[in-house]
């Protein structure tokens, strides 16, 4: 396990983290939940059991929070405070696996091929902030305290490596983009981008990062025409669109269908669209941001594929078994059924942010995951984390290891067992079947001695700041992006 902490007296304790967050508050792209009394149970709870176990073991809590026990505490909290029996799912954990490695690691250890398809970085050199509301939003976020003088410095590449490469067990990442007010805007260009690729890559010596090529085609022509540029370029593998920010559907006549048919022209046929997450306040977000178009822009265009960020998951809907009138995820899978596309075709689901979310709701991750696998199919499903957001994805990859839907709801709804092969083809051999990657390929490790050493080769000047700290209250993110929508709808007109 890549961050399993040695088990022995150390340095002097600081302020106790579960490795498993309880509260998992924002990605840039929602307002941050407020913090429940179930996440205060956990928390207590995990300090008492941190402190006991440690204890029993003779070694200090720091180093018992950073090994295997204290991940399988964690979760062992989860199944105790937030989980429902038979009637969700569970983590399979025990407490002999919060004592003992060797059963900590059996629970959470793997080998499998990890290919996370929703990760980000931003730039960190030049100014952005000010127009696109997810500089404020990232400054609050947990990473944002990595000890970077500048907050903002804790999402560069240089971390981005670190927390991807180094502290977590992901083979191969795809580095997506977001977008921003204007292409000025956008916290990461495709050629920034590139070279965050051609970085890993050298210090992996061999190819562990690919990435996106971000279209607003609601800006008009030159966006499409701009395709042609990033193919060649920047070597892009897919197309990251937003319809909710721009206010259009994939299978608009007028936005849409232009985009899809350029994208088919060009021979990138992998279509990745942001659905769910539904940003707070802007107007028309909830139309714009459902996966309802995704069945009949599938069908109409079924060689190319469809990849549902966040696969419609919306935190504030309680998911449950199938509802045709159901909101969140259900919207996904009703756009699929309408449109008469069995299991296994040319629509996938992405579980970025929405398993971080899922991660304290046992009963919905069951019913979630259940879902997905049954009518998208089990080869249909990838894996995703969306951080840096969330910091280093490894308590992610470990919790879902060990997460299980009971047999109940099982024989109840027809999901399937999330047994060891099926949870390996969603950590890692879908995405690269849809991504066009080679799982066989050997993919050497970066060390925390070849970041530095990059860092002494290419210190840069200070980067510069924005001079602002972004949005500090809901209201004032709420605030921001109502103007810039307003400003994005003067600049459409």
């Given at each position: 396990?890549?961050?399993?902490?040695?088990?022995?007296?150390?340095?002097?304790?600081?302020p106790?983290?579960?490795?498993?967050?309880f509260?998992?508050?924002?990605?840039?792209?929602?307002?941050?939940?407020p913090?429940?009394?179930?996440?205060?149970?956990?928390e207590?709870l995990?300090?008492?059991?941190?402190?006991?176990?440690?204890?029993?073991?003779?070694?200090?809590?720091?180093?018992?929070?950073?090994?295997?026990?204290?991940?399988?505490?964690?979760?062992?909290?989860?199944?105790?405070?937030?989980?429902?029996?038979?009637?969700?799912?569970?983590?399979?954990?025990?407490?002999?696996?919060?004592?003992?490695?060797?059963?900590a690691?059996?629970?959470?250890?793997?080998?499998?091929?990890i290919?996370?398809?929703?990760?980000?970085?931003?730039?960190?050199d030049?100014?952005w902030e000010?127009?696109?509301?997810?500089?404020?939003?990232?400054?609050?976020?947990?990473?944002?305290?990595?000890?970077?003088?500048?907050?903002?410095a804790?999402?560069s590449?240089?971390?981005?490596?670190?927390?991807l490469?180094?502290?977590?067990?992901t083979?191969?990442?795809?580095?997506t983009?977001?977008?921003?007010?204007?292409?000025?805007?956008r916290?990461?260009?495709?050629?920034?981008?590139?070279?965050?690729?051609?970085?890993?890559?050298?210090?992996?010596?061999?190819?562990?990062?690919?990435i996106?090529?971000?279209v607003?085609?609601?800006?008009?022509?030159?966006?499409?025409?701009d395709?042609?540029?990033?193919?060649?370029?920047?070597?892009?593998?897919?197309?990251?669109?937003?319809?909710?920010?721009?206010?259009?559907?994939?299978?608009d006549?007028?936005?849409?269908?232009?985009?899809?048919?350029?994208?088919?022209?060009?021979?990138?046929?992998?279509?990745?669209?942001?659905?769910?997450?539904?940003?707070?306040?802007?107007?028309?977000?909830?139309?714009?941001?459902?996966?309802?178009?995704?069945?009949?822009?599938?069908?109409?265009?079924?060689?190319?594929q469809?990849?549902?960020y966040?696969?419609?998951?919306?935190?504030n809907?309680e998911?449950?078994?199938?509802?045709?009138?159901g909101?969140?995820v259900?919207?996904l899978?009703?756009?699929?059924?309408?449109?008469k596309?069995?299991?296994?075709?040319?629509?996938?689901?992405d579980?970025?942010?929405?398993?971080?979310?899922?991660?304290?709701?046992?009963?919905?991750?069951?019913?979630v995951?259940g879902?997905?696998?049954?009518?998208?199919?089990?080869?249909n499903?990838?894996?995703?984390?969306?951080?840096?957001?969330?910091?280093t994805?490894?308590?992610?990859?470990?919790?879902?290891?060990?997460?299980?839907?009971?047999?109940?709801?099982?024989?109840?709804h027809?999901?399937?067992?999330?047994?060891?092969?099926?949870?390996?083809?969603?950590?890692?051999?879908?995405?690269?079947?849809?991504?066009?990657v080679?799982?066989?390929?050997?993919?050497?490790?970066?060390?925390?001695?070849?970041?530095?050493?990059h860092?002494?080769?290419?210190?840069?000047?200070?980067?510069?700041?924005?001079?602002?700290?972004?949005?500090?209250?809901?209201?004032?993110?709420v605030?921001?992006i109502?103007?810039?929508?307003a400003?994005?709808?003067?600049?459409?007109?």
């Amino acid at each position: 396990m890549t961050y399993d902490a040695a088990m022995k007296k150390s340095q002097a304790d600081g302020p106790l983290e579960s490795p498993v967050c309880f509260h998992a508050g924002s990605n840039g792209e929602l307002a941050p939940p407020p913090v429940t009394p179930a996440d205060r149970r956990a928390e207590a709870l995990y300090r008492r059991v941190a402190d006991d176990n440690a204890r029993r073991l003779g070694i200090s809590r720091r180093d018992f929070v950073t090994s295997a026990c204290g991940t399988a505490a964690a979760l062992l909290v989860i199944n105790q405070t937030y989980g429902c029996g038979s009637k969700g799912g569970t983590y399979a954990v025990d407490r002999t696996s919060t004592l003992d490695r060797d059963a900590a690691c059996a629970r959470l250890g793997g080998n499998e091929f990890i290919f996370d398809v929703h990760t980000h970085h931003v730039a960190t050199d030049r100014a952005w902030e000010a127009e696109n509301f997810l500089g404020g939003a990232i400054r609050r976020d947990p990473q944002a305290g990595c000890g970077e003088a500048d907050r903002l410095a804790c999402w560069s590449a240089e971390h981005f490596i670190r927390e991807l490469f180094v502290k977590s067990e992901t083979s191969v990442a795809c580095l997506t983009l977001f977008p921003g007010l204007s292409v000025a805007a956008r916290p990461l260009f495709d050629q920034e981008a590139a070279a965050t690729r051609e970085l890993v890559d050298r210090l992996a010596r061999s190819p562990r990062l690919v990435i996106h090529g971000m279209v607003s085609p609601e800006l008009g022509a030159a966006q499409l025409d701009d395709m042609q540029r990033m193919k060649e370029e920047s070597r892009v593998v897919g197309w990251k669109v937003y319809p909710q920010y721009g206010g259009w559907r994939l299978d608009d006549p007028k936005v849409g269908v232009p985009f899809l048919e350029r994208a088919r022209k060009l021979g990138v046929r992998l279509i990745c669209a942001h659905k769910g997450i539904t940003f707070p306040e802007v107007v028309g977000a909830a139309t714009y941001g459902s996966p309802a178009d995704f069945g009949p822009a599938a069908a109409r265009f079924p060689d190319l594929q469809f990849l549902a960020y966040h696969s419609g998951y919306e935190p504030n809907i309680e998911e449950g078994p199938y509802d045709p009138a159901g909101g969140g995820v259900d919207r996904l899978i009703r756009s699929v059924l309408d449109a008469k596309l069995p299991p296994g075709k040319n629509i996938h689901a992405d579980l970025g942010t929405t398993w971080r979310l899922l991660m304290t709701k046992p009963a919905d991750a069951a019913h979630v995951l259940g879902k997905l696998l049954l009518h998208l199919g089990p080869d249909n499903v990838l894996w995703g984390t969306d951080s840096l957001w969330h910091g280093t994805p490894q308590a992610q990859i470990e919790a879902f290891r060990a997460f299980e839907i009971p047999r109940e709801l099982q024989d109840k709804h027809g999901y399937p067992a999330l047994t060891r092969e099926l949870k390996a083809k969603i950590l890692g051999l879908n995405a690269a079947r849809v991504y066009g990657v080679d799982p066989a390929v050997a993919r050497c490790a970066i060390t925390e001695d070849a970041l530095a050493k990059h860092k002494a080769e290419h210190a840069a000047a200070p980067e510069p700041r924005t001079g602002s700290l972004g949005p500090r209250t809901r209201a004032d993110f709420v605030a921001m992006i109502r103007r810039e929508i307003a400003m994005r709808k003067v600049m459409i007109r």
